[in-house]
């Protein structure tokens, strides 16, 4: 049996081939010229380069607006629909879940159409509202999940020493739902600062951030500056996941 | 009292979730040019896809065959490779499992531009033409990890002895390994098959990323270049309506398979 262990090895090869070579070429092509000589231009540039320093900054912005909208809007919707009392269907919960799978662009497109139709004028509130429509259900599975596995016993204890509901909800259950709030934190802050075709169509080109100044690098040969981009962006998600302690979170593949 | 405002709470999201969704496939169904126009129900646009009769319809034809064909072979090869590297890390020990779970979580975490912009520069830096064999090989590295953790936990669900008692019995290790293994792990070989095929059904920004310049156009992308040339053809409607009802029912079929095994275990 233990031969079979060998099986992982062609993974394991494709992985470094596919995973991490590739992350190792993004810190290689964004510390060199376009001639392939070491520089800190890159990296230096961005910080000089008030532009891309301020559409940085409004991503910044809209994620983190984006993170607590989302948070202040599916916290509740976690916590009934993972009350047996409040909610006993699990196909409303499978409803949340479903739009994850479903492509953020076409979404997107969707609800940019929809506000057209009924004639608001694209903007930062269009922005936001699409923003949290592509990423609420993000929010909701994770907390979801954590006050689902929640031993009910803590709650009926603390109920029967005489907590009030306030003081039930603020000393045992919230705490306890930490886990989960980190991980939709990290599920919704991440993708809203990469983004990137998603800003263009929900403010008709007025708002860029800054997954769309990665690509328009790239797609205009300037590959350097735009692994130097990415770069700074890989080292953002890398402080969240960690400061989250994202890094023992469970990536949930098969259920959803 | 209670009950009802978190059902109603609920109920609103819910609704304000799918809207824009149940508008456009409403509106796949009748022919006027402008989205919100009702001029009475047709078929037509639906019939336009598949006659190609959209301006440019015989790209948007090949944009669905190349969706299609990729999701297929992408989803394919990850399934064997997600299998028998499933094997292969349940058998592991120690650090070496800890270090190959970690790799085969970074895709999942990793964001779509950044997964997009490194296999970029790798197939730069090997010089590597990119088209069509670039787009499967990055999408088998991002759908690879989700049949791994498909697979994983049917492996621990087995007795072990199954395969050593078909050993003992006289069966030759190929033998034990397709009448006996495959048989436990199809369940999760299925949904990691259909995750993947959806994951790739649905991605934007790696094959933006990896297809290179040969024109080479699959439904999101296609879509992305009608969109920026100012509003959605009508003929996207239909389509869009289309993709949602396919990741729709494969997504219910999973839920439902899955379901089930779970009633038999129990």
Redesign the interface.
């Known amino acids: 049996?233990?031969k079979?262990?060998?099986?992982?090895?062609?993974?394991?090869i494709?992985?470094?081939?596919?995973?991490?070579?590739?992350?190792v070429?993004?810190v290689v092509?964004a510390l060199q010229d376009g001639n392939g000589h070491f520089t800190m231009s890159n990296v230096t540039r961005f910080f000089t380069d008030s532009d891309a320093l301020s559409t940085f900054a409004v991503s910044v912005e809209v994620a983190i607006e984006n993170t607590l909208i989302c948070l202040l809007?599916g916290y509740?919707?976690a916590y009934?629909?993972a009350?047996k009392?409040?909610?006993k269907s699990a196909v409303?919960v499978?409803?949340?879940i479903?739009?994850m799978?479903?492509?953020?662009?076409?979404?997107t497109?969707?609800?940019a159409?929809?506000f057209?139709?009924f004639g608001f004028t694209l903007g930062k509130g269009t922005l936001l509202f699409g923003m949290v429509?592509d990423y609420?259900?993000f929010m909701i599975y994770p907390i979801y999940n954590v006050l689902l596995k929640m031993d009910k016993s803590y709650t009926e204890a603390a109920s029967d020493l005489g907590a009030t509901p306030v003081q039930v909800f603020g000393k045992v259950t919230l705490p306890l739902s930490m886990p989960g709030i980190f991980s939709g934190i990290l599920m919704v802050f991440?993708?809203t600062?990469?983004?990137?075709?998603i800003s263009?169509?929900l403010t008709n080109n007025k708002i860029k951030l800054f997954?769309t100044i990665?690509?328009e690098n790239?797609n205009s040969s300037m590959?350097n500056y735009?692994?130097a981009l990415?770069l700074i962006?890989?080292v953002i998600?890398g402080l969240t996941?960690i400061l989250l302690g994202?890094?023992e979170r469970e990536?949930e593949?098969?259920?959803? | 009292m209670?009950?009802l405002f978190?059902?109603a709470?609920?109920w609103v999201?819910?609704v304000?979730?799918?809207?824009?969704?149940v508008?456009?496939a409403i509106f796949s169904f009748t022919e006027a040019r402008t989205?919100?126009n009702w001029t009475g129900f047709s078929l037509e646009l639906y019939k336009h896809i598949f006659t190609g009769g959209v301006s440019g319809g015989a790209s948007l034809m090949a944009a669905i065959k190349n969706t299609l064909l990729i999701a297929l072979v992408a989803a394919t090869f990850s399934t064997l490779?997600?299998t028998?590297?499933a094997?292969?890390?349940?058998?592991?020990?120690g650090r070496?499992k800890k270090t190959?779970q970690?790799?085969?979580?970074?895709?999942?975490?990793?964001?779509?531009?950044?997964?997009g912009?490194?296999?970029?520069?790798?197939f730069?830096?090997l010089h590597f033409s990119q088209g069509y064999l670039t787009v499967i090989?990055?999408h088998?590295?991002f759908c690879?990890?989700?049949v791994?953790?498909?697979v994983m936990?049917k492996l621990g669900q087995m007795n072990?002895n199954i395969y050593e008692a078909a050993l003992d019995l006289g069966a030759t290790p190929s033998q034990a390994l397709r009448k006996v293994l495959i048989p436990q792990l199809r369940p999760?070989m299925v949904?990691?098959f259909i995750?993947a095929f959806?994951m790739s059904l649905?991605?934007?920004?790696v094959t933006?990323?990896t297809r290179g310049t040969i024109g080479l156009e699959t439904l999101?992308t296609y879509?992305?270049a009608d969109?920026?040339k100012g509003?959605?053809t009508p003929e996207l409607r239909p389509l869009?309506t289309l993709?949602?009802t396919i990741?729709?029912v494969l997504?219910?079929i999973?839920?439902v398979r899955?379901a089930r095994t779970k009633k038999t275990t129990r």
Do not use: H
């Not at chain 1, 600062?193 to 075709?197: I, L, Y």
């Not at chain 2, 304000?16 to 969704?21: N, Q």
């Not at chain 2, 094997?87 to 020990?93: P, R, S």
């Not at chain 2, 649905?202 to 920004?205: V, Y």
């Open positions: 049996m233990s079979r262990s060998n099986w992982a090895i062609p993974y394991f494709f992985l470094v081939l596919f995973v991490v070579l590739p992350l070429l993004i092509y809007l509740p919707a009934i629909l009350d009392n409040l909610n409303t499978i409803l949340f479903l739009p799978w479903i492509n953020a662009l076409m979404r497109l969707a609800t159409e929809l057209n139709v429509y609420l259900p991440m993708p600062v990469s983004t990137f075709a263009e169509f997954g990665i690509q790239i590959w735009g692994a990415s962006m890989l998600i996941t994202g890094d990536v593949g098969g259920t959803i | 209670k009950k978190a059902q709470y609920i999201l819910l304000l979730l799918y809207a824009p969704i508008f456009i989205l919100g490779l997600g028998v590297s094997i292969g890390i349940y058998n592991l020990k070496k190959i970690f790799l085969n979580n970074i895709p999942m975490i990793n964001p779509d531009v950044i997964t912009v490194s296999l970029f520069l790798l730069v830096f090989l990055a088998i590295s690879t990890p989700y791994v953790l498909s936990p072990p999760g949904s990691g995750l959806t649905d991605d934007f920004a933006f990323f999101s879509i992305y969109a920026r509003g959605l869009m993709i949602f990741i729709l997504l219910v999973m839920n899955q």
